[in-house]
């Protein structure tokens, strides 16, 4: 078969830019860690319930008017069930499952997310208005899906 030199160097920069495509996407996807933001961190999900500082959650104040809450999300139920901040309070969760998939939302806020069995996912905000903040699953999980819920008090 007998080609055309330009339809040779066309045919050359098609391929050409296709593989530099792939490359580009390969190099973002796998080489640079992509992963959603929320999933950097990583624990083994068999031993949720004994990994500090999620053997024992709770709030752990680290700064003036900033808080660490360490949460399990399990089937079916947060704990702690329940935590108090200060009005003003900035809350980083730290939230992860020993069993199954469940969500992490707090209805009236930017926080939601999904909560994966081992990873450590988080989110962060700041209470300027009190009251009593229903954090609930909102990912599907099971029979008890529907009871799965907690609060943060702000006061
Ligand atoms: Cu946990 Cu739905």
Redesign the pocket.
Known sequence: MHLHRFEKIWLMLGAGGLALFILLLCVNAFAMGMAPPSNMEMIDPAKVLETPPFDKPGLKQVGDQEYDAYMT?????FSPTKMEVPVGSTVNFHVT?PD????FQIPGTNVNFM?LPGHINSATYTFDQPGEYLI???????A???V?ATTIIVK
Do not use: D, L
């Open positions: 999300a399990f089937a079916f139920g499952s199954v998939i469940h969500g909560v609930i699953c909102n990912e599907y999980c099971g008890g899906h529907q799965m």
